[in-house]
């Protein structure tokens, strides 16, 4: 049985292998554990250990653009697309250029996953090795703001190297750089030093135990401006020191750096002299933010959130498109209706044009026609090839279906559709100080939340979220097996930690809990360096989770009584776009738990699966279902034991009789013949009468006991 978990440990934590991870970088790939309909596309910076969050995600359905923001762990999710859709998921990079998946059609049968990454691929960035592993060194800006351990420095230190995109140009001397801190208690730390000759800020005396992130930033003077630049947050360990290395743009360069752009886009900032903090997720309506100021901890400005403007730019369309023999082949009538959510009006001046449905490019807008004001216009092309419309919407391009036009022409028609009102926000005047830093702060729900730390500038505004999420999600994906008289489970496990600081979950770690009762858990062995088995409870995560996912594998069972297992799992942080799947065997039958949605999948090759792919619990919840109808052991595969059990403790205790019981007895042997023969001897003699009375007398007691 251990084996076997092992076995399946090992399958399950092979998957994530980096060469897989950059093999599948903008591929599809079908997940089982989603509901079909859904997906889910992580934008991440060259690594899975560097998520890029708060970025905008554009999904092409059908040609007709839809709008998500990533979440803490890099991830954004699209609901409800129609099955068979063509996909095609886009980003921008901190430089501004698009980076797209390939096109591809979603799944009747299950949701999907991709990846995009924003930055050159680096192999060995997730193992820790840092950005140069793996290859010969990079620019200092594809290094800027990741941090890496550094064998060579003591813990509890971090080395900070500015540089102007070059490391054989004069370093900065002289220039602040600082550091802040998020520990998992909600303090904040504050410290600041100048660059050395070569560049190199070094702090120490820092946090070892991982319950504290470190965001490092500077204001690196270029040109008449400055580059903003940020790291993303680093945690320390007891092993090691840390190296990270902040570069600007080559003097050469006119246009300033804004790393902050890579955590926090800055698309609709306000104008110079602004500061806005955009709620994100589940904001109470009218709540209070401050703003504070980093190194003095005074509130700088107070006010109440209120909804914004509505954003047209987060447009979310869709096209379908009808044949019509009586319109003339290469003609298509399209007509573009639609607005603000709960409206529904012609669109007049939007721009359509046709180009060929296998350009990659959509092209310039110069051969665009306007929509009249009934929201039509109509189109000819002279292509013998199927073609597709693309619509210039509220400053975004969307692309309709392929359209064949070849033998008639048609009519498209276009909805278009976009918030009513804007997100919760809050406006701050702030002209700041030569490298002030300040973040916001809210409490909302009972709780407390903390946007990032960051430095205003005098002659831009600044954008950035409050994410008002649950601090700790708990989401895995399992797969589960028949193995003789064990119910074997393994699969991925992930703890997302919403949060700018670290969560700490009590002082021995965070247990992450397992069904009661179950049996013979282990870690795949790359995890075992921070996860362990507590037995009786459940996985135990012993450092701190730093921000974002930390994910992990294992493997555990539980026993089939008489042809039932009973699952009985308690979520403390509830469970998120969970799922598992139960190879099915003959006479199998599941009770799912209430609310959760279930099916039958086969797989080929594998078998028939009973699928559980969308499971979500609120937290402090159970899991709760039971599996019947189980292969169940014969009876005398209980009996057999049990009889064998009795007769070695019959055994046991004969032999402890033979032991101590008999032991007297033999004694009491001894001593009457040694009586007797004294006996015989006072015969002899004639002497001794009272000792002769006395022997008799201890004799008839012998016989009398061993009677």
């Known amino acids: 049985m251990r084996r076997m978990l092992v076995a399946l440990v090992l399958a399950a934590a092979a998957a994530p292998a980096q060469a897989q991870i950059a093999a599948a970088i903008g591929k599809p790939l079908p997940s089982a554990d989603m509901a079909p309909g859904q997906l889910s596309v992580r934008i991440v910076a060259g690594s899975p250990s560097s998520p890029v969050v708060g970025t905008e995600v554009t999904l092409l359905v059908n040609g007709a653009p839809r709008i998500a923001r990533t979440d803490s762990a890099g991830r954004a999710f699209f609901k409800d697309l129609p099955a068979g859709a063509q996909l095609q998921a886009k980003v921008v990079d901190e430089d501004k250029k698009e980076v797209a998946s390939e096109t591809f059609q979603l799944p009747a049968d299950s949701g999907a996953r991709l990846m995009l990454t924003t930055r050159k691929w680096e192999p060995g960035a997730a193992a820790g090795a840092g950005p140069m592993a793996g290859g010969g060194m990079p620019e200092p800006r594809q290094m800027s703001g990741e941090p890496r351990p550094e064998q060579g420095d003591p813990p509890g230190t971090m080395t900070v190297r500015l540089t102007y995109d070059d490391f054989k140009d004069a370093p900065p001397v002289g220039v602040p750089v600082q550091l802040i801190g998020y520990d998992a208690n909600f303090g904040v730390t504050y410290a600041m030093k100048s660059t050395d000759k070569e560049g190199r800020a070094r702090f120490e005396g820092l946090d070892r135990s991982g319950a504290t992130a470190y965001f490092a930033m500077t204001l690196l003077p270029q040109g008449q401006g400055v580059d903003r630049l940020i790291s993303t947050p ?77 954003d047209p730019s987060e447009v979310q369309a869709g096209a379908q498109f009808d044949p019509k023999p009586d319109i003339a082949a290469g003609m298509v009538r399209v007509h573009v209706h639609g607005g603000a959510m709960g409206t529904d009006q012609p669109l007049p001046d939007i721009g359509v044009r046709l180009i060929a449905a296998s350009a990659k490019d959509a092209g310039s807008d110069d051969a665009e026609h306007k929509t009249n004001d009934s929201g039509i216009v109509e189109l000819a092309t002279a292509l013998k090839e199927p073609v597709t419309a693309v619509v210039s919407l509220n400053g975004r391009q969307m692309r309709s279906p392929p359209l064949d036009v070849t033998k008639s022409g048609g009519e498209l028609e276009v909805q278009a559709r976009w918030p009513s009102s804007g997100k919760q926000q809050a406006m701050f005047d702030l002209i700041p100080r030569v490298g002030q830093i300040v973040y916001a702060e809210t409490t909302m729900h009972g709780k407390q939340y903390r946007s990032l730390p960051f430095q205003p500038l005098a002659d831009r505004g ?196 033979f032991a101590f019981g008999r032991r007297p007895k033999v004694a009491a042997q001894d ?37």
């Open 462 to 657: 600044t954008r950035v979220s409050l994410f008002i999420f649950p601090r700790v999600l708990f989401t895995f994906s399992l797969t589960s097996r028949i193995d003789d008289a064990y119910f074997a489970v393994n699969g991925r496990f992930e703890v997302s930690n919403n949060s700018w600081a670290p969560y700490v979950g009590g002082p021995d770690g965070l247990i992450v809990p397992l069904p009661r009762g179950f049996k013979g858990g282990i870690v795949a062995d790359k995890d075992q360096g921070d996860v362990a088995i507590s037995p009786g409870e459940g996985f135990r995560i012993v450092r701190p989770i730093a921000p974002g996912t930390r994910t992990f594998h294992g493997a555990f069972s539980l026993p089939v009584e008489d042809g039932t297992v009973t699952w009985s799992l308690d979520l403390p942080f509830g469970a998120f776009n969970s799922g598992m799947d139960i190879l099915q065997v003959p006479g199998m039958n599941v009770n799912p738990p209430d609310g959760v949605e279930h099916r039958t999948q086969d797989v080929p090759q594998q078998g028939s699966f009973y699928v559980l792919p969308q499971i979500s619990i609120l937290p402090n919840q159970s899991m709760v279902m039971t599996i019947t109808g189980l292969p169940s052991a014969p009876a005398w595969r209980k009996w057999v034991p049990r009889i064998v059990g009795i007769a070695v403790v019959l055994v046991i205790l004969a032999g402890l009789y």
């Open 671 to 707: 001593r009457r013949q040694q009586l007797l023969d004294e006996l015989v001897e006072l015969e002899k003699s004639g002497k001794r009468e009272k000792r002769r009375e006395q022997i008799m007398s201890e004799l008839e007691q012998l016989w009398d006991d061993a009677g």
């Open 234 to 310: 680093a945690t320390l360990d007891a092993r090691t020191g840390v190296r990270l290395i902040l570069s600007g743009a080559k003097r050469s360069v006119t246009e300033p750096v804004d790393d902050l752009a890579k955590l926090e886009k800055q698309d609709n900032a306000p104008p110079a002299g602004k500061v806005m903090i955009t709620l994100e997720g589940g904001p109470e309506p009218g709540g209070v933010v401050t703003l504070v100021d980093a190194a003095t901890k005074h509130e700088i400005g107070r006010g109440k959130a209120e909804a914004g403007a509505p």
